[in-house]
């Protein structure tokens, strides 16, 4: 059964102190791999897309790589106002449905001051 | 440039009820995927729309359907709603549907709270 799962479910950094997030992922294949961020009572707001194996991607104080079985979200010197939830998608390779992704339940970021 | 609009943006409905959830996608995106995101979970997918046409059905019930219009704007349905139904529904939009679309990511609204009592 395809499934995306993350660790940790929740993070607690104060400002300054980088560290990574983790997504595993089981496809049949790979057709995409999603960062997304979520405030609360808001909807994910697009970060990144990764396509294959060994692709990074960086935007400010975040950067996501790509391994054949996961994904990790780095940030680096983080500030309050990174405090979000970090949801990972997997968008499968074949399917015609390419409004599906599928969600793991999310990485729970406070980064305290 | 506006993004995705969703409304309303609170609902509160009684059990057996109906309740329809409307979205409008970005200018120029042609494809309309809903979303039901419980409470600690990550979204979870329900339907995609392309050209009017449903292009993908998540696993739920018969109770949800949809629809998309001319103008690219969508409609979720739920019939006799549970107490189970309360969620963040959310809708999100990508410029096409077809081949193309494996490069295309999803950008969403802020979706619609549904508290069923």
């Known amino acids: 059964e395809d499934q995306v799962t993350q660790s940790p479910e929740a993070l607690r950094l104060q400002e300054g102190e980088s560290s990574s997030l983790n997504c595993s992922y089981t496809?049949?294949?790979?057709?995409?791999l999603f960062w997304y961020r979520q405030d609360p009572g808001k909807g994910p707001e697009f970060l990144f897309t990764?396509?294959?194996a060994g692709e990074e991607k960086e935007k400010e104080r975040l950067k996501a790589t790509l391994t054949k079985k996961e994904s990790f979200l780095h940030i680096t010197a983080p500030k309050p106002e990174d405090s979000a939830t970090y949801l990972c998608?997997?968008?499968?390779?074949?399917?015609?449905?390419?409004?599906?992704?599928?969600f793991g339940q999310g990485t729970t970021l406070q980064v305290k001051p | 440039d506006a993004g995705v609009t969703q409304s309303p943006t609170h609902l509160i409905k009684t059990r057996g009820q109906q309740v329809t959830l409307r979205c409008s996608p970005i200018?120029?995106?042609?494809?309309v995927s809903w979303y039901q995101q419980v409470l600690g979970q990550g979204p979870q997918f329900i339907f995609q729309?392309?050209?009017?046409?449903?292009?993908g059905r998540g696993n739920f019930p018969d109770r949800f359907s949809a629809r998309q219009f001319p103008n690219y704007s969508s409609e979720l349905n739920v019939n006799a709603l549970l107490l189970g139904d309360s969620a963040l529904y959310l809708c999100?939009?990508?410029?096409?549907?077809?081949?193309?679309?494996?490069?295309?990511?999803?950008?969403f609204g802020n979706g619609t709270r549904l508290t069923v009592t």
């Open positions: 999100a939009s990508s410029i096409t549907g077809g081949a193309g679309a494996y490069n295309s990511p999803l950008h």
């Open positions: 496809v049949s294949g790979l057709r995409g």
């Open positions: 990764l396509y294959s």
């Open positions: 998608a997997v968008r499968e390779y074949g399917s015609s449905n390419t409004g599906k992704l599928i």
């Open positions: 200018s120029g995106h042609k494809s």
């Open positions: 729309y392309y050209e009017k046409e449903e292009r």
